[in-house]
């Protein structure tokens, strides 16, 4: 068993899901939203005000099970 994880842009989704599909990745994924306020440089390109440094991203967790090689 695998556990990958990620945190992303919420307009990244779509596309994540997509790709792991046609790459044929079976498992269970989990999203949870969740606010940071690190940067994730060129992933992430929405801007924060003075007021408000808080960015909305999601946390995705892929489990999944590789079979042997």
């Known amino acids: 068993m695998k556990k990958i994880e990620a945190i992303i842009d919420p307009a990244a989704l779509d596309a994540i899901k997509l790709h792991l599909a046609e790459a044929g990745i079976n498992g269970r994924l989990i999203v949870t939203e969740a606010s940071g306020l690190e940067n994730l440089g060129r992933f992430y ?12 991203c999601l946390r995705i967790d892929l489990i999944g099970f590789c079979s042997p090689n």
């Not at 390109?45 to 909305?56: D, F, G, I, L, V």
Request: cysteine-free; glycine content about 0%; aromatic content about 8%.
């Open 45 to 56: 390109q929405h801007k924060t005000t003075a007021e408000n440094p808080w960015k909305r």
